[in-house]
């Protein structure tokens, strides 16, 4: 079985078919994933900005970090489940879209951005946590975080204006 059979399994289940054909199934997935997306990386936002030394200065890190995490890990789980939903319904058709891979990529490399401040950077925060420019590596964590997430969102919404296009005609 080839990954293109997968795929087009994948589109062949009711959760695909109810996606794609039902009236309201479509609008309601995306609108999910929008406000996941909304919810993720606006609350996520704040936490990169402070580390960027730019906002919430007069709190810790770990302050804003613990404030918000709760907001954009529900915000990612929406996100997650919605965007799995769509992928299951239109599997093929991303799977061959460029901007979904770059999204894919995207994704995969701020996921690694923040092990990489969570396992190395954030090991020294106690020294850093309450000062109002924080070192160097954990503003490069920072702002590759927002790099990445606005990269994540041209691509889901560049992905969505070529997905579906007619190919271009004679």
């Known amino acids: 079985m080839t990954l293109l059979d997968v795929l087009s399994r994948l589109e062949g289940t009711s959760l695909a078919t109810l996606i794609q054909e039902s009236r309201y199934g ?58 799995l939903a769509l992928f299951t319904a ?21 996921g690694v951005n923040a092990l990489v401040f969570h396992v190395m950077t954030q090991r020294s925060s106690a020294q850093w946590d309450a000062a109002p420019r924080p070192p160097a590596a954990a503003r490069v964590a920072g702002l590759t975080s927002i790099v990445l997430w606005v990269a994540v969102m041209l691509a889901g919404r560049l992905m969505s204006y070529t997905m579906f296009s007619a190919p271009p005609g004679p």
């Open 26 to 83: 479509f609008p309601i997935v995306v609108a999910a994933h929008i406000l996941g997306l909304t919810l993720s990386v606006g609350t996520l936002l704040w936490v990169d900005l402070r580390l960027l030394g730019i906002a919430l200065q007069r709190l810790s890190i770990s302050h804003v970090y613990r404030g918000a995490a709760p907001w954009f890990l529900a915000g990612f789980a929406m996100m997650f489940a919605s965007g």
């Open 90 to 110: 239109y599997a093929t058709l991303a799977y061959a879209n460029f901007y979904f891979r770059l999204k894919m990529i995207a994704l995969v490399l701020a």
